[in-house]
DNA sequence: GTCCAGGGTTCGT
DNA sequence: ACGAACCATGGA
């Protein structure tokens, strides 16, 4: 049984499945809107329902702040929760251009935890994963994003609770063990998705996964506090 | 047919 | 503060 402290977990992943490039998009907005759009649904339907905004030319911030929410929901059908999410790409990008203009470029003017608790606070369908993801993908901002692989994969690897507790405490576990690197986070995060594809929900333990039969190691102390 | 996927909100307890 | 129902498509 291997013991990891999380700084060579990360090294153990990357070794295994190399670079990740992520996000997959090609511009700020399309990762702002795949943000959305994956909420809960996997990123095969999300690719369609991107390809659907782009040919018909909708996938931009004015076009999606103008267009109606019928339109829009019509448009990425595929992504499941259509309804929903056509709302929220509205609240989302109505938000944006109010508060950072028509271009991702002038984000970098804010600091970045009031942009992310203006998010979450202003943005009706903007949860956590959502604000951490926009955050760092798409506006490069040192933010570690947990997601349900994240925390399925610390569950059997040394921290069961990590289903049940709390998102920001969750993180400041990682944000407190490395250095606050974009790439790395990017990457790191990344490589989680990747990893918890081959798991599964189901299988008690990693098998034929770089994991079987390691241990994570975490800080202890203040961030067990609330 | 059942379960799952790169969540979030709302409404009971 | 916590849990459950709800939103909905497409692949395994």
């Not at 028509?102 to 979450?120: G, S």
């Amino acid at each position: 049984m291997r013991v990891l402290p999380l700084k060579k977990l990360y090294r153990t992943l990357y070794r295994h499945f190399g670079p990740q490039h992520w996000w997959p998009g090609d511009t700020p907005v399309e990762v702002m809107a795949g943000a959305i759009l994956t909420q809960n649904t996997s990123w095969k339907n999300v690719e369609r329902a991107i390809a659907a905004l782009k040919k018909a030319r909708k996938l931009s911030i004015a076009k999606l702040v103008e267009t109606p929410q019928g339109e829009l929901a019509c448009l990425i059908r595929s992504a499941g929760y259509f309804n929903v999410k056509a709302r929220r790409l509205k609240a989302f990008f109505g938000w944006f251009l109010s508060e950072i203009g028509r271009r991702a470029f002038y984000a970098r003017r804010l600091d970045t935890a009031h942009l992310r608790d203006a998010m979450l606070k202003q943005v009706s369908g903007v949860g956590p994963e959502t604000a951490d993801s926009i955050l760092l993908y798409a506006l490069n901002r040192p933010v570690f994003v947990i997601d349900a692989y994240t925390r399925r994969i610390l569950s059997r690897h040394g921290l069961p609770k990590a289903e049940h507790l709390k998102y920001e405490n969750l993180q400041a576990v990682f944000e407190s063990s490395l250095p606050m690197d974009v790439a790395l986070y990017n990457e790191y995060h990344a490589l989680f998705v990747a990893c918890g594809k081959l798991c599964g929900k189901k299988s008690p333990a990693c098998r034929a996964c770089p994991l079987d039969g390691v241990k994570i190691t975490f800080p202890t102390g203040k961030w067990r506090r609330s």
